[in-house]
């Protein structure tokens, strides 16, 4: 194996021959697998676009249909009632421990910019934090963990399936990014976890297919026979994020039973996805603005109530969405608006039967807490709460056309707007980016590039000012974005110019990218 990132500081603790070499046996093993599991991808998407569609499969009826359980909650995920998210960087690291949330799901993906220093650096500081030697000074404010008993469980998420990291080479060839997220930390951590009396536990991104789920699982049950470890001491939440997913719930619990710690709903990568996999469909799968579409629209609602259904009829967690806003400490108006959404968006999740939710700033984790609480009392999670009453069928998933909203000059302006600001700062090395408000990560640079991408291909004009959204007008509206942005303290031209030829290729071009941060990535260093 060749590392031809640099060697930063104690780099060599992470990057050690026996930890890189489990990476090369693991990538070895089952990255041809990997190929071609995203080939099928690729053949799905050749179908769809040809006029076909999504359903539950008939081959795996046996699976939904017959008696079986994933395993019980293993220590420390028992109560998920309040999760936080964020990156792996020594502050978040300590104020996400330290927040208060039962579960903080620390980010290698969405909320992380994949330079190499971020991924390895990562590594270190959640060794660190298990290790209880990690502080953190900024401002004349220091910051330190508190007992162990009051710390966050620590829930891994590794890059995505089609992600590589370039700077790790296996007999030439780059190593799958989850491959070398999971490998390091499991390699490195999984042992110290024990120790507290917890475990080495992930949240898997992207999925499309339960054999995708089929082959984390057979990842997993190799990696804890070379290190020793008991079979299903690995556990693992998959983010249900992408529309095929969402046909295959049941199934992909199947495939990771002994190794389950449940289903998340990940919003904003499934509007992307739902964009993407129809996206040549015309308008029976076009959506309004972003943030139009809530989760009371009802494709989005069959999507949660089929996610705590399938959960819960097989003993696993149903997690809910995150609250991305940030409270501000300036403006109180804007706060209360902004903490009654929060609220009532927690109020209807735990009701719903949802075991827990994310929160994205440790301010939110009381809401949360409280919200779910006076649903759970001392319960630990309402895995009881069956939901018999769900009845979803594919058309009630298919059923985007009858989400209200409209698509106006606000609308577009606010894409551009937050996808550019949020570009220039994965760019520059920061993944989780407070934006006006709300904690934005690439999910949001996706929903918000994809929508304008459907809307020029589909004619699409502005409700407010009747003006047909085409490319031209798109760039004039990047023009004038940019200029607003190059006034404010802080600009920095380069990465915005990078970040403004990245969002043309992939909002502009004909050609659909699958995932913008493949060529983010490729500018990168």
Known sequence: MEITGPMLDRFEEILTPEALAFVAELHRKFDARRLELLDARQARQAELSAGGTLDFLAETKEVREGEWQVAPPAPGLEDRRVEITGPVDRKMTINALNSGAKVWLAD?????????????????????????????????????????????????????????????????????????????????????????????????????SHLEARLWNDVFVHAQRALGLDNGTIRATVLIETYPA????????????????????????????????FRTRGREFLLP?????????????????????????????AIGGMAAFIPSRRDPEVNAVALDKVRADKTRESGDGFDGSWVAHPDLVPICREVFGSVLGERPNQLDRLREDVEVSAADLLAVSATPGDITENGLRNNVDVALRYLAAWMGGLGAVAIHNLMEDAATAEISRSQIWQWIHNGITLADTGAPV????????IAEELAKIAAEPGYDERLYGQAEALFKEVALNDDFAEFLTLPAYARMP
């Open 108 to 208: 290698f993906e969405d909320a992380n910019s994949p330079l190499w220093e971020n991924c390895v650096s990562g590594q270190l500081n959640l060794r660190a934090a298990l290790d209880r030697e990690i502080d953190f000074e900024t401002g004349g404010k220091s910051y330190t963990l508190k007992p162990d008993a009051e710390l966050a469980t620590i829930v891994v998420r590794p890059r995505g399936w089609h992600l590589n990291e370039k700077h790790a080479l296996v007999d030439g060839q780059e190593v799958s990014a989850s491959l070398f997220d999971f490998g390091l930390y499991l390699f490195h951590c999984a042992s110290r976890q024990l120790a507290k009396g917890k475990g080495p536990y992930f949240y898997l991104p992207k999925m499309e």
């Open 246 to 277: 969402a046909f295959e719930m049941e199934e992909i619990l199947y495939e990771l039973r002994d190794h389950s710690a449940g289903l998340n709903a990940g919003r904003w990568d499934y509007l992307f996805s739902v964009i993407k996999k």
């Open 470 to 477: 085409t490319r031209e007008l798109v760039e004039q509206i």
């Open 289 to 317: 603005e972003r943030n139009a579409v809530t989760m009371t629209a009802p494709f989005m609602r069959a999507y949660t109530e089929l996610l705590v259904r399938s959960c819960h009829k097989r003993g696993a967690h």
